[in-house]
């Protein structure tokens, strides 16, 4: 993810290549802990790398989930959406220098054959259909920590994408 600048095309989606029009991160001298998350599809070459707060699809859930939830044994959803999950096999806390968090149309991204959200849970422990602001809970009435961050960014994405209205 070091190397993606503004304008690369990734594997985003339902297997479509999508534009980066921004990054959420990107600090190649930023440290942080990173799970590595090691699948059948990757075993032990190139893991699935994201902070223990970013979103990453589990085959078996409506919504993405925070990449601290995953346990071993659990299913992702592959570089092909629906088609076949690939099992988490092994999971590895580093730490290491460099965030990035490339920024696409759907706000999702395949990192190493694992489909992964561009952004982080708002908050700990709370269920991904639910927001906490200011001590209370808030559903969202069915839409995931990651579809409400996505419909907040669209006025970014517009710009970013040079079809917001002229000011």
Same mark, same amino acid.
């Given at each position: 993810?070091?190397?993606? @600048?503004?304008?690369?095309?990734?594997?985003?989606?339902?297997?479509?290549?999508?534009?980066?029009?921004?990054?959420? /991160?990107? !600090?190649?001298?930023?440290?942080? @802990?990173?799970?590595?998350?090691?699948?059948?599809?990757?075993?032990?070459?190139?893991?699935?790398?994201?902070?223990?707060?970013?979103? @990453?699809?589990? #085959? *078996?859930?409506?919504? %993405?989930?925070?990449?601290?939830?995953?346990?071993?044994?659990?299913?992702?959803?592959? /570089? /092909? !959406?629906?088609?076949? %999950?690939?099992?988490?096999? /092994?999971?590895?806390?580093?730490?290491?220098?460099?965030?990035?968090? %490339?920024?696409?149309?759907?706000?999702?991204?395949?990192?190493?054959?694992?489909?992964?959200?561009?952004?982080?849970?708002?908050?700990?422990?709370?269920?991904? *259909?639910?927001?906490?602001?200011?001590?209370?809970?808030?559903?969202?009435?069915?839409?995931?920590?990651? !579809? #409400?961050?996505?419909?907040?960014?669209?006025?970014?994405?517009?710009?970013?994408?040079?079809?917001?209205?002229?000011?």
């Amino acid at each position: 993810l070091q190397d993606l @600048v503004v304008g690369n095309q990734v594997l985003a989606k339902n297997g479509r290549y999508q534009t980066v029009y921004s990054f959420a /991160h990107r !600090d190649a001298s930023q440290g942080a @802990v990173f799970l590595q998350i090691y699948t059948n599809q990757n075993d032990y070459t190139k893991p699935l790398e994201m902070t223990q707060d970013h979103l @990453v699809y589990r #085959f *078996d859930q409506r919504y %993405p989930v925070r990449a601290s939830s995953i346990q071993i044994g659990d299913r992702l959803v592959g /570089h /092909h !959406d629906t088609e076949q %999950p690939v099992t988490v096999t /092994h999971i590895e806390k580093v730490y290491k220098r460099g965030v990035y968090a %490339p920024m696409t149309v759907d706000g999702a991204v395949v990192v190493n054959g694992v489909l992964a959200s561009s952004y982080i849970s708002l908050q700990n422990n709370t269920p991904e *259909d639910q927001v906490q602001l200011q001590g209370g809970r808030i559903s969202l009435f069915g839409v995931s920590q990651h !579809d #409400f961050v996505h419909a907040a960014l669209s006025p970014v994405r517009m710009v970013c994408l040079g079809i917001a209205p002229q000011i």
